[in-house]
């Protein structure tokens, strides 16, 4: 049976700490239950304010948050039920693993029986067994964190909050624990909000990403659909690698457009322009553009010039000037006979029409 | 080789000055609690005769004969008030017997022998208590200050008793001490734990001027303090009045605010409020807010985050400001000396007294050594307890 009521509900959230500025301004967005949702954006972008609001750190200065379907601004966040890992894992130093653990059974009355099974099982979920009697200060970053995610979890809550709670890990460690994280979010069928700004831990972890610019949902979609479809030029450019070519509207048809970009002039998928005439950028991703290797074969053919060729072992990053733009990047893979292609080299390349999208004219935002 | 010693080398200067002004003055202070040689040096023979005597009859001729003359010659070199001094100190009546023992054995060369010359001198010269307080004093190394301070004395056998109960002095008043200096620093922490937690939340502008009103009373002159609490407190003082005034007082029933416990407590707490203060505050200042806030996100009331959480984070500004004012308060003497009256004075307003009146030195060095040890033993027990590295000083 679907569930019918989403766990979290977003209704026309506004939050201003100086009532002149908006740093979260008008966001609706859902979440449902067991769902994975994580929020990104650059720093100051109000992703962190909205999951403080959730927690009930924060004030609503209008709007209304629901969790289950009731409004939650009465509520304190001690009676909210919401596990939170933070972003410096906030544990506490005077105790150690297991009366971390237990903080949360013990202000909830929970018998000492039951605390013990509880603490042990989280312990188990996070695979920290036999590191009870330590204090945080004698574990690694990976080992805090971890302990600080079971502590979020010991309670059982439904919903878990984390706020980068990664950031301040080495990269190995932090991508070993993003799986982690997942597995175990599927495991438990919670509900997990996550705050990040690096677009390649929401790839990995989440079932939909909410992508936040200056206080403001720019689109909320799965990965793919933002990597393959993003609907503005800010999702284009902050998730995944992508190529940006200004330029105005040339010419408009029911699905595609063509656009003057210099010398050049590219069809391209319509997403944002509805008029001749307005300027526009056009994004493409550096995997879907190819050498042209007999004329004709992509919609779009132009000669560049290679600039730069960037060994990466299992793809080679071309850097090419085309037209006006002098940083045009393409990437192909390391396979067999990929070709000496050398700085200097003429070539012509391409891509099809409906692998490039003319989104919003991008302006100098973060 | 070299460079590794100059860095130390810059604290010399600082080190010598400690050494010269501060370290060896204590050491010789404390030597004079132990070490008494006057009356030793003075009368060698008289003394040695008497370490073979049993201390029960009357001593022998010969011991007649060196007391008379090696004060005759204590009395020439200015001494024999001094030795009458501390025979008094250990027998007290005996300076008179001493000194008029000294005049007689310069005057009457000759006239008798030195028994016959003495207990003319003074009938007291054939009682063998006299002769057993001199060998008393006489003693080079002594434990009678300490034993003094402690209200304990020898009996005629030499075992240690306590003094009788009306002539027990300084326990009563360590024991009064240290209760005063608890009750400072209990009123110290319940004052000025909220004042750092404001402190340490507040913004940092506003931050840095609470803590100059922290901090001014640091930059007054302690007497100006002190005497401007005797303004406020006495009975035709500025509080007295207020209270009359708003009715709270009837006029003939003025409270006794100074002169007594009470002025010594409220002066003390203030002065010592900011050693409190600074110290928790510096920890409380670098306790993340996320630590509340993750208490409260794990289902901790405000009551639960603070005892479980933030109170023990703390422990360690409190133990030291705790510690400090305790410390501080164990030695206090001004502020004591000015409003405390007789019913307010303190160990070291005793100390004091042996030091400036009654001149016993010996005595004022065994009261410090033991208001030294006591607080020596409570760093300890600190150490054990709450864990030196639980101290943080700010």
Same mark, same amino acid.
């Given at each position: 049976m679907?569930?019918?009521?989403?766990?979290?509900v977003?209704?026309?959230?506004s939050?201003?700490?100086?009532?002149?500025?908006?740093?979260v301004?008008d966001l609706?967005?859902?979440?449902g239950?067991?769902?994975?949702v994580t929020f990104?954006?650059p720093s100051? +972008?109000?992703k962190?304010?909205?999951?403080?609001m959730?927690?009930?750190?924060?004030?609503?200065?209008?709007?209304?948050?629901?969790?289950h379907?009731? +409004?939650?601004?009465?509520?304190?966040?001690?009676?909210?039920?919401?596990?939170?890992?933070?972003q410096?894992?906030?544990?506490?130093?005077?105790?150690?693993?297991?009366?971390?653990? +237990?903080?949360?059974?013990e202000?909830?009355?929970?018998?000492?029986?039951? %605390?013990?099974?509880?603490?042990?099982r989280?312990?188990?979920?996070?695979r920290l067994?036999?590191?009870?009697d330590?204090?945080?200060s004698?574990?690694?970053?990976?080992?805090?964190?971890?302990v600080?995610i079971a502590?979020?979890l010991?309670?059982e809550?439904?919903?878990?909050?984390?706020?980068e709670?990664?950031?301040a890990?080495?990269r190995?460690?932090r991508?070993?624990?993003?799986?982690?994280?997942?597995?175990?979010?599927?495991?438990?069928?919670?509900?997990?909000?996550y705050?990040?700004h690096?677009?390649?831990?929401a790839?990995?972890?989440?079932?939909?990403?909410?992508?936040?610019?200056?206080? !403001?949902?720019?689109?909320?979609?799965t990965?793919?659909?933002?990597?393959?479809?993003?609907q503005?030029?800010?999702?284009?450019?902050?998730?995944g690698?992508?190529n940006r070519?200004?330029g105005?509207?040339?010419?408009?048809?029911?699905?595609?457009?063509?656009?003057r970009?210099?010398s050049?002039?590219?069809?391209?998928?319509?997403?944002?322009?509805?008029?001749?005439?307005?300027?526009?950028?056009v994004s493409?991703?550096p995997? %879907?553009?190819?050498?042209?290797v007999?004329?004709?074969s992509y %919609?779009?053919?132009?000669?560049?010039?290679?600039?730069?060729?960037?060994?990466?072992?299992?793809?080679? %990053?071309?850097?090419?000037?085309?037209?006006?733009?002098?940083d045009?990047v393409?990437?192909?893979?390391?396979t067999?006979?990929?070709?000496?292609?050398?700085?200097?080299?003429?070539?012509?390349?391409?891509?099809?029409?409906?692998d490039? !999208?003319?989104?919003d004219?991008e302006?100098?935002?973060? | 080789?070299?460079r590794?010693?100059?860095?130390?080398?810059?604290?010399l200067?600082?080190?010598?000055?400690? #050494?010269?002004?501060f370290?060896?003055?204590?050491?010789?202070?404390?030597?004079?609690?132990?070490?008494?040689?006057?009356v030793r040096?003075?009368?060698?023979e008289?003394?040695?005769?008497?370490?073979?005597w049993d201390?029960?009859?009357?001593?022998?001729?010969?011991?007649?004969?060196?007391?008379?003359e090696e004060?005759?010659?204590?009395?020439?070199?200015r001494?024999a008030?001094?030795?009458?001094g501390?025979?008094?100190?250990?027998?007290?009546g005996?300076? /008179?017997v001493?000194?008029?023992?000294? $005049?007689?054995?310069a005057?009457g060369?000759g006239?008798?022998s030195?028994?016959?010359r003495?207990?003319?001198?003074?009938?007291?010269?054939? &009682?063998?208590a006299?002769?057993?307080a001199?060998?008393?004093?006489?003693?080079r190394? /002594?434990?009678?200050?300490y034993?003094?301070?402690?209200d304990?004395?020898?009996?005629?056998d030499?075992?240690?008793?306590?003094?009788?109960?009306e002539?027990?002095?300084?326990v009563?008043?360590?024991?009064?001490?240290?209760?005063?200096?608890?009750?400072?620093?209990?009123?110290?922490l319940?004052l000025?734990?909220?004042?750092?937690?404001?402190?340490?939340?507040?913004?940092?502008? $506003?931050?840095?001027?609470?803590l100059?009103?922290?901090l001014?009373?640091f930059?007054?002159?302690?007497?100006?303090?002190?005497t401007?609490?005797?303004?406020?407190?006495?009975? =035709?003082?500025?509080?007295n009045d207020?209270?009359?005034? @708003?009715?709270?007082? &009837?006029?003939?029933?003025?409270? /006794?605010?100074?002169?007594?416990?009470?002025?010594?407590l409220?002066?003390?707490t203030?002065?010592?409020?900011?050693?409190?203060v #600074?110290?928790?505050?510096?920890?409380?200042q670098?306790?993340?807010?996320r630590?509340?806030?993750?208490a409260e996100?794990?289902?901790?009331?405000?009551?639960?985050?603070?005892? =479980?959480?933030y109170?023990?984070?703390?422990?360690?500004?409190?133990?030291a400001?705790?510690?400090?004012?305790?410390?501080?308060?164990?030695?206090?003497?001004?502020?004591?000396?000015?409003?405390?009256?007789?019913?307010?004075q303190?160990?070291?307003?005793?100390?004091?007294?042996?030091m400036?009146?009654?001149?016993?030195?010996?005595?004022a060095?065994? @009261?410090?050594?033991i208001?030294?040890?006591?607080?020596?033993?409570?760093?300890?027990?600190?150490?054990?307890?709450?864990g030196?590295?639980?101290?943080?000083?700010?």
């Amino acid at each position: 049976m679907p569930e019918t009521v989403p766990h979290v509900v977003f209704r026309g959230v506004s939050k201003t700490f100086d009532g002149v500025t908006n740093v979260v301004a008008d966001l609706d967005l859902e979440v449902g239950k067991g769902e994975f949702v994580t929020f990104l954006g650059p720093s100051g +972008s109000g992703k962190t304010t909205c999951l403080n609001m959730l927690a009930g750190f924060v004030a609503v200065s209008s709007g209304t948050i629901l969790v289950h379907g009731r +409004s939650v601004e009465q509520v304190p966040p001690r009676k909210r039920g919401i596990g939170m890992v933070f972003q410096n894992y906030a544990l506490f130093p005077h105790l150690t693993v297991a009366g971390n653990l +237990s903080f949360p059974l013990e202000v909830r009355g929970v018998g000492e029986a039951r %605390r013990k099974k509880l603490v042990a099982r989280a312990l188990e979920q996070v695979r920290l067994q036999g590191f009870e009697d330590r204090r945080p200060s004698r574990l690694s970053g990976g080992q805090q964190q971890r302990v600080a995610i079971a502590r979020a979890l010991v309670f059982e809550p439904d919903l878990v909050l984390m706020d980068e709670p990664l950031g301040a890990l080495d990269r190995r460690l932090r991508e070993e624990l993003q799986y982690e994280i997942r597995g175990l979010q599927r495991r438990l069928g919670i509900t997990c909000i996550y705050v990040t700004h690096d677009q390649q831990e929401a790839m990995v972890l989440s079932d939909r990403v909410a992508v936040f610019r200056a206080g !403001r949902l720019e689109q909320v979609d799965t990965p793919e659909g933002l990597y393959e479809e993003p609907q503005r030029s800010f999702v284009a450019r902050f998730v995944g690698e992508n190529n940006r070519i200004p330029g105005v509207v040339e010419e408009l048809d029911r699905g595609l457009c063509t656009v003057r970009a210099g010398s050049g002039r590219i069809r391209a998928l319509r997403v944002v322009p509805d008029a001749v005439g307005q300027p526009t950028t056009v994004s493409i991703r550096p995997e %879907r553009i190819g050498f042209a290797v007999a004329p004709g074969s992509y %919609r779009n053919e132009f000669s560049a010039r290679v600039e730069d060729v960037t060994f990466l072992g299992d793809h080679l %990053r071309v850097t090419l000037s085309v037209f006006a733009k002098r940083d045009m990047v393409l990437t192909i893979p390391n396979t067999v006979g990929h070709g000496g292609v050398l700085p200097g080299d003429e070539v012509r390349i391409g891509w099809a029409a409906t692998d490039c !999208r003319a989104l919003d004219c991008e302006d100098d935002g973060p | 080789m070299r460079r590794r010693l100059r860095k130390p080398a810059l604290a010399l200067p600082l080190v010598a000055f400690v #050494l010269v002004s501060f370290i060896a003055p204590i050491l010789l202070m404390l030597a004079r609690g132990v070490h008494q040689p006057v009356v030793r040096d003075a009368l060698p023979e008289t003394l040695a005769i008497l370490d073979a005597w049993d201390g029960l009859g009357v001593p022998e001729e010969a011991a007649f004969a060196a007391a008379a003359e090696e004060l005759r010659a204590a009395d020439e070199a200015r001494l024999a008030a001094r030795i009458g001094g501390r025979v008094n100190r250990v027998r007290s009546g005996l300076r /008179t017997v001493i000194v008029a023992g000294a $005049r007689t054995g310069a005057d009457g060369a000759g006239a008798g022998s030195a028994r016959e010359r003495l207990l003319a001198a003074d009938p007291a010269w054939g &009682d063998p208590a006299t002769w057993r307080a001199l060998r008393t004093a006489g003693e080079r190394f /002594t434990l009678r200050n300490y034993l003094n301070a402690l209200d304990l004395d020898r009996g005629a056998d030499g075992a240690v008793v306590r003094q009788p109960e009306e002539r027990r002095v300084y326990v009563p008043l360590l024991l009064r001490t240290l209760g005063v200096s608890a009750a400072v620093t209990v009123l110290c922490l319940l004052l000025g734990y909220p004042v750092a937690h404001v402190i340490a939340r507040a913004p940092a502008r $506003r931050a840095r001027w609470l803590l100059l009103a922290v901090l001014v009373p640091f930059w007054t002159s302690l007497l100006v303090r002190t005497t401007a609490w005797i303004v406020l407190l006495q009975q =035709r003082g500025v509080i007295n009045d207020l209270l009359v005034w @708003l009715g709270l007082v &009837d006029d003939a029933a003025r409270l /006794t605010l100074v002169y007594n416990m009470t002025g010594t407590l409220i002066a003390m707490t203030h002065v010592l409020l900011p050693f409190m203060v #600074l110290p928790i505050y510096s920890v409380m200042q670098g306790i993340p807010p996320r630590f509340m806030r993750a208490a409260e996100s794990l289902g901790a009331t405000p009551a639960q985050a603070f005892r =479980r959480v933030y109170w023990p984070l703390t422990l360690p500004g409190v133990g030291a400001g705790a510690l400090l004012v305790f410390i501080l308060a164990i030695g206090y003497y001004i502020t004591p000396a000015l409003v405390g009256g007789s019913g307010g004075q303190l160990f070291s307003n005793m100390i004091a007294f042996h030091m400036e009146t009654s001149l016993n030195w010996g005595l004022a060095a065994a @009261l410090g050594g033991i208001l030294l040890a006591v607080v020596g033993a409570l760093y300890v027990l600190y150490e054990r307890t709450v864990g030196g590295e639980n101290l943080r000083l700010g």
